[in-house]
């Protein structure tokens, strides 16, 4: 019977790691829509601009008030009502980064407003403009502050991105299902399924713990 199970085991694991793949995948497209998009926020939201401050606040308040599943569901689903048809793959990279950059633009205004007030006005009175400050003096002290939450945040994409499976998108997680819906082995394929979750989220900590190791150096 163990013998039965290995053999399993050893046939789904191919098609794990294409699942797998396919999550590391869509977890680093919707990273980068994150933190281009949280940037924009994070700036529109420390800005004197109350426009540009009230629809990254309205942009923020909706994706963090409003869960990931039903985000999928508008654009997979929603979407072609309005006559706009999109892939699965694209409206799960489409709904990982939206939902990401609202919490990375939260992340970036926390660390921009970490800064001390005078770093802006010694930047100012050197003559620089807002921008140039912005650009040469807060950023860089900001995002040495926002590293950790930010691994945090991409962590925890990682995990969420499981949820794209139910728009038929073949991550790992649906991956599993489809084995075990041949296979019957439900235990055992989830555990294997946790398991490459596990080594994933260990590797990208790994990698978060380095990036502010470096940071930290550079002081």
């Known amino acids: 019977m163990l013998a039965d199970k290995i053999e399993i085991l050893k046939e789904s694991l191919p098609f794990l790691l294409k699942g797998a793949f396919m999550t590391i995948e869509l977890t680093t497209f919707a990273v980068v829509i994150g933190i281009i998009l949280g940037t924009l926020l994070g700036l529109a939201r420390v800005s004197h601009n109350k426009l540009l401050n009230g629809i990254a606040k309205a942009y923020i308040e909706f994706f963090r008030g409003t869960p990931l599943l039903v985000q999928l569901f508008l654009l997979y689903f929603g979407l072609p009502n309005l006559g706009i048809d999109i892939s699965a793959y694209l409206a799960a990279i489409l709904g990982l ?84 819906s041949r296979t019957y082995e439900s235990f055992l394929i989830f555990a294997a399924v946790a398991v490459l979750y596990f080594v994933m989220t260990f590797i990208m900590t790994r990698v978060v713990n380095y990036a502010e190791r470096r940071l930290s150096v550079s002081d």
């Open 97 to 180: 980064g939206l939902n990401s950059g609202a919490y990375v633009g939260e992340v970036v205004r926390s660390g921009i407003n970490s800064i001390d007030k005078g770093q802006m006005e010694a930047a100012r009175s050197v003559g620089m403009s807002y921008p140039q400050a912005m650009q040469y003096v807060i950023l860089p002290q900001a995002i040495k502050r926002v590293i950790p939450p930010l691994g945090n945040e991409f962590i925890a994409l990682l995990k969420d991105s499981s949820l794209v499976s139910v728009i038929a998108v073949k991550d790992l997680t649906r991956q599993g299902r489809l084995i075990i």
